[in-house]
């Protein structure tokens, strides 16, 4: 087939048939090849990036295509934290003081997944997450050889290595050593995203790879043996064949802005109000695999949060539900209290707090559903069945003033008597109070991207790496911030050393 700079068809005429993702174009009906690359990349944040360089740094001819005007992504509008550890210790760990073992690490995260955990993709990740923070480094990266101590969601200072997840808390405290593993970016503010896209950018541009923005990939080109030979994309206003020697990767984020997708897949993740993502997560990149014959995983899970720390004074007080009985040790992160507070019975979730330990939460907008004396005269505002209440407080005061939580092990520095005067904070779903999400589910690949069907074969020039593939991080009972830029960036550099080795198809 001739490789020429022609248009396949015109959209302004494009009838019913046109291109859809799930529909992927017979090789037989490619008449003309706009051009020919070994590598496609589709979308351009943190996984695309990072197989680009890869795939180019092992030989490769890469392009590119990126539907917005910029690279960046969802990444580009992360915090960045990335999750990384084991080994000993990234520079950073050790300089702190912390000798993290692999093992630790593999354990935690195995827990953390539970049973949707990928032992083999978990175990890659383990192994070679100190080399993936050199690799970070060597690209541009700064991390500054500083802890943040405090219980934060996020570090707002330039500092770099804090707790993510819910490695002290029960019952992952006693499955692992604990040891912090989120690394931020030496930079104020909230502000990692735009500098790792930034210097991810430069060094995709400083290897010649061919990038074209503005460009929407509509579905792949697949043979009848379902090889993928290349991707059909909308540029200029017009649809164009492009052919692939090595692969195609979909790097194409998740699918937190697909209405249809959410209530099709995960309508219990959509209770949140807050999608985290770009205008990107369409699910363009799932949709293409799976039209392709890649099979979906886990679409039904994802992160979702009810961000009350910080203040961190606030993990002081208890979470109740509806029938004023707690649910978890409230000492966990904050995506996985969000998770049980979920699946609780009734409607109503409420944070029971001292007006000692009360400061206003930074990002939760929960309002203040009662105050009270007693716990009578807060639970009769709230709406909560008193006597209930009365001997949830009295129970948990009574161990908490012994260091204790026989019901959910909440850790001994978090435990204290809940004193009056009262506060109950409104975190029902729902009710206003802030519940962020974005999607974990997507395409089931290898832990080097190529992408599975529902028959676990791989198929040929198809792969898939960051949000658009289920990766590390698969529930947000399990989820500890900095594994999703984490699996985004690592896989992604996993899938573009997979296709760099790929049989080339001349
Ligand atoms: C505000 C915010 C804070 C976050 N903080 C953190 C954090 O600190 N740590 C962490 O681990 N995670 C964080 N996350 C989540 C994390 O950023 C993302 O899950 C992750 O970066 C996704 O990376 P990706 O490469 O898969 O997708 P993206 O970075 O979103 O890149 C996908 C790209 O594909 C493009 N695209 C989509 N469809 C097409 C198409 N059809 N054709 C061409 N291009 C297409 C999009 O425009 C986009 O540029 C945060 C997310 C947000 C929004």
């Given at each position: 087939m001739s490789v020429l700079g022609a248009v396949a068809s015109d959209p302004m005429t494009a009838s019913a048939n046109e291109s859809h993702p799930t529909r992927p174009r017979r090789l037989a009906d490619v008449d003309t090849w706009f051009f020919e690359t070994d590598v496609a990349i589709v979308g351009f944040g943190g996984a695309g990036a990072c197989a680009a360089i890869e795939a180019a740094d092992g030989g490769c001819q890469v392009?590119?295509?990126?539907?917005?005007?910029?690279?960046?992504?969802?990444?580009?509008?992360?915090?960045?934290?990335?999750?990384?550890?084991?080994?000993?210790?990234?520079?950073?760990?050790?300089?702190?003081?912390?000798?993290?073992?692999?093992?630790?690490?593999?354990?935690?995260?195995?827990?953390?997944?539970?049973?949707?955990?990928?032992?083999?993709?978990?175990?890659?990740?383990?192994?070679?997450?100190?080399?993936?923070?050199?690799?970070?480094?060597?690209?541009?990266?700064?991390?500054?050889?500083?802890?943040?101590?405090?219980?934060?969601?996020?570090?707002?200072?330039?500092?770099?290595?804090?707790?993510?997840?819910?490695?002290?808390?029960?019952?992952?405290?006693?499955?692992?050593?604990?040891?912090?593993?989120?690394?931020?970016?030496?930079?104020?503010?909230?502000?990692?995203?735009?500098?790792?896209?930034?210097?991810?950018?430069?060094?995709?541009?400083?290897?010649?790879?061919?990038?074209?923005?503005?460009?929407?990939?509509?579905?792949?080109?697949?043979?009848?043996?379902?090889?993928?030979?290349?991707?059909?994309?909308?540029m200029d206003n017009a649809e164009r064949n492009v052919r692939t020697r090595k692969g195609v990767l979909l790097a194409a984020g998740g699918f937190v802005m697909n209405e249809e997708m959410l209530a099709k897949y995960a309508p219990r993740l959509a209770q949140g109000n807050i999608p985290v993502?770009?205008?990107?997560?369409?699910?363009?990149?799932?949709?293409?695999?799976?039209?392709?014959?890649?099979?979906?995983?886990?679409?039904?899970?994802?992160?979702?949060?009810?961000?009350?720390?910080?203040?961190?004074?606030?993990?002081?007080?208890?979470?109740?539900?509806?029938?004023?009985?707690?649910?978890?040790?409230?000492?966990?992160?904050?995506?996985?209290?969000?998770?049980?507070?979920?699946?609780?019975?009734?409607?109503?979730?409420?944070?029971?707090?001292?007006?000692?330990?009360?400061?206003?939460?930074?990002?939760?907008?929960?309002?203040?559903?009662?105050?009270?004396?007693?716990?009578?005269?807060?639970?009769?505002?709230?709406?909560?069945?008193?006597?209930?209440?009365?001997?949830?407080?009295?129970?948990?005061?009574?161990?908490?003033?012994?260091g204790d939580d026989p019901l959910f092990h909440k850790s001994a520095e978090w435990l204290k008597p809940i004193r009056a005067p009262y506060a109950a904070l409104d975190c029902t779903p729902g009710s206003g109070v802030i519940n962020p999400y974005f999607t974990l589910g997507g395409l089931d690949t290898l832990p080097t991207g190529e992408v599975l069907t529902m028959e676990k074969e791989v198929i040929q020039g198809l792969y898939a790496a960051g949000r658009t593939a289920c990766g590390v991080p698969r529930r947000a009972e399990g989820y500890a911030s900095g594994l999703s830029v984490g699996d985004a960036t690592f896989f992604g550099r996993v899938a573009g050393k997979q296709m760099a080795l790929a049989v080339s198809r001349d």
């Amino acid at each position: 087939m001739s490789v020429l700079g022609a248009v396949a068809s015109d959209p302004m005429t494009a009838s019913a048939n046109e291109s859809h993702p799930t529909r992927p174009r017979r090789l037989a009906d490619v008449d003309t090849w706009f051009f020919e690359t070994d590598v496609a990349i589709v979308g351009f944040g943190g996984a695309g990036a990072c197989a680009a360089i890869e795939a180019a740094d092992g030989g490769c001819q890469v392009a590119i295509f990126e539907v917005a005007s910029a690279s960046g992504g969802s990444t580009a509008l992360s915090s960045a934290e990335v999750y990384m550890g084991g080994n000993g210790g990234t520079r950073v760990q050790q300089a702190c003081g912390y000798e993290d073992s692999t093992e630790d690490m593999f354990n935690y995260i195995m827990a953390a997944q539970g049973d949707l955990a990928d032992e083999a993709k978990i175990r890659l990740y383990c192994e070679e997450s100190r080399n993936h923070f050199d690799w970070l480094v060597s690209m541009g990266a700064k991390y500054k050889n500083s802890e943040h101590k405090d219980r934060a969601i996020m570090a707002l200072t330039d500092d770099c290595l804090l707790y993510t997840g819910n490695e002290k808390s029960w019952p992952f405290r006693d499955i692992a050593k604990p040891c912090p593993r989120g690394h931020n970016l030496e930079v104020e503010g909230d502000n990692g995203g735009p500098m790792l896209m930034g210097f991810l950018t430069e060094q995709v541009e400083k290897r010649g790879v061919r990038v074209e923005y503005n460009t929407r990939a509509l579905t792949l080109i697949q043979d009848d043996e379902g090889i993928v030979h290349g991707l059909v994309v909308r540029m200029d206003n017009a649809e164009r064949n492009v052919r692939t020697r090595k692969g195609v990767l979909l790097a194409a984020g998740g699918f937190v802005m697909n209405e249809e997708m959410l209530a099709k897949y995960a309508p219990r993740l959509a209770q949140g109000n807050i999608p985290v993502g770009n205008p990107g997560d369409t699910g363009a990149g799932i949709l293409m695999g799976q039209g392709a014959g890649g099979a979906l995983l886990h679409m039904g899970e994802g992160f979702i949060s009810v961000p009350y720390y910080p203040p961190s004074s606030l993990t002081f007080g208890i979470f109740v539900n509806a029938q004023g009985q707690r649910f978890i040790n409230e000492d966990v992160y904050h995506s996985r209290l969000m998770d049980h507070a979920l699946r609780q019975v009734g409607k109503g979730i409420y944070l029971i707090v001292s007006h000692d330990d009360y400061d206003h939460p930074k990002f939760l907008n929960a309002e203040i559903a009662g105050t009270g004396e007693t716990i009578e005269e807060m639970a009769e505002e709230v709406g909560l069945p008193a006597d209930n209440l009365r001997h949830t407080v009295d129970y948990y005061n009574a161990h908490a003033a012994r260091g204790d939580d026989p019901l959910f092990h909440k850790s001994a520095e978090w435990l204290k008597p809940i004193r009056a005067p009262y506060a109950a904070l409104d975190c029902t779903p729902g009710s206003g109070v802030i519940n962020p999400y974005f999607t974990l589910g997507g395409l089931d690949t290898l832990p080097t991207g190529e992408v599975l069907t529902m028959e676990k074969e791989v198929i040929q020039g198809l792969y898939a790496a960051g949000r658009t593939a289920c990766g590390v991080p698969r529930r947000a009972e399990g989820y500890a911030s900095g594994l999703s830029v984490g699996d985004a960036t690592f896989f992604g550099r996993v899938a573009g050393k997979q296709m760099a080795l790929a049989v080339s198809r001349d």
